[in-house]
Antibody, heavy 117, light 110 residues
Framework: EVQLVESGGGLVQPGGSLRLSCAAS????????MHWVRQAPGKGLVWVSH????????NYADSVKGRFTISRDNAKNTLYLQMNSLRAEDTAVYYC??????????WGQGTLVTVSS | QSVLTQPPSASGTPGQRVTISCSGS????????VYWYQQLPGTAPKLLIY???QRPSGVPDRFSGSKSGTSASLAISGLRSEDEADYYC???????????FGGGTKLTVL
């Protein structure tokens, strides 16, 4: 069974940094692209970033480009999202999502990031 | 403002057939596959349809997807109370080099 468990969320001040982690199990992590998708409270889904299976290629939404960095450690079956220069509008639940069939497939339960002073 | 356009709400009675539309452009739906997700209240999204009209194992055949040009649709037949949820479409956008989602459709079962 595919399991994706996010961690690292919490309360951070504007301008601060946070690193999210996603522990993957139940599948061969190193064979799959992975995504981060976020959802602000009461709002819709917004794609943040994705990374190729070997980490050699990444893409970002314009809203986070230059501030967020996606990475992965295939030896540890873990996906990361380093978030810098955080803004109030980054407040959201962040989901770790596996890519299958060339699109987002299995979702974790999410971790809440709150940016507030 | 989402790149993909969905109606904010839809409704139907038990047993009815409901369709949810998703409108895009040549750079996303027009040239790439469409995916549909169901999000029950308080839970993470779940994949319903991949590559326009394919169902993952475990998804009932009451759910079906279609695509024509720059639009796509999700149809739910034999509507049940447990289908009450938010539904999202998504596609890769070649111009943005990014995945784009619709704004979501809240389905109410009357």
């Amino acid at each position: 069974e595919v399991q994706l468990v996010e961690s690292g969320g919490g309360l951070v001040q504007p301008g601060g940094s946070l690193r999210l982690s996603c522990a993957a199990s139940g599948f061969t992590f190193s064979s799959y692209w992975m995504h981060w998708v976020r959802q602000a409270p009461g709002k819709g889904l917004v794609w943040v970033s994705h990374i190729k299976s070997d980490g050699s290629r990444t893409n970002y939404a314009d809203s986070v480009k230059g501030r967020f960095t996606i990475s992965r450690d295939n030896a540890k079956n873990t996906l990361y999202l380093q978030m810098n220069s955080l803004r109030a509008e980054d407040t959201a639940v962040y989901y770790c999502v596996r890519d299958r069939w060339s699109g987002p497939d299995s979702w974790g339960q999410g971790t809440l990031v709150t940016v507030s002073s | 403002q989402s790149v993909l356009t969905q109606p904010p709400s839809a409704s139907g009675t038990p047993g009815q057939r409901v369709t949810i539309s998703c409108s895009g452009s040549s750079s996303n739906i027009g040239s790439n596959n469409v995916y549909w997700y169901q999000q029950l209240p308080g839970t993470a999204p779940k994949l319903l349809i991949y590559r326009n009209n394919q169902r993952p194992s475990g998804v009932p055949d009451r759910f079906s997807g279609s695509k024509s040009g720059t639009s796509a649709s999700l149809a739910i037949s034999g509507l049940r109370s447990e289908d009450e949820a938010d539904y999202y479409c998504a596609a890769w956008d070649d111009s943005l080099s990014a995945w784009v989602f619709g704004g979501g459709t809240k389905l109410t079962v009357l």
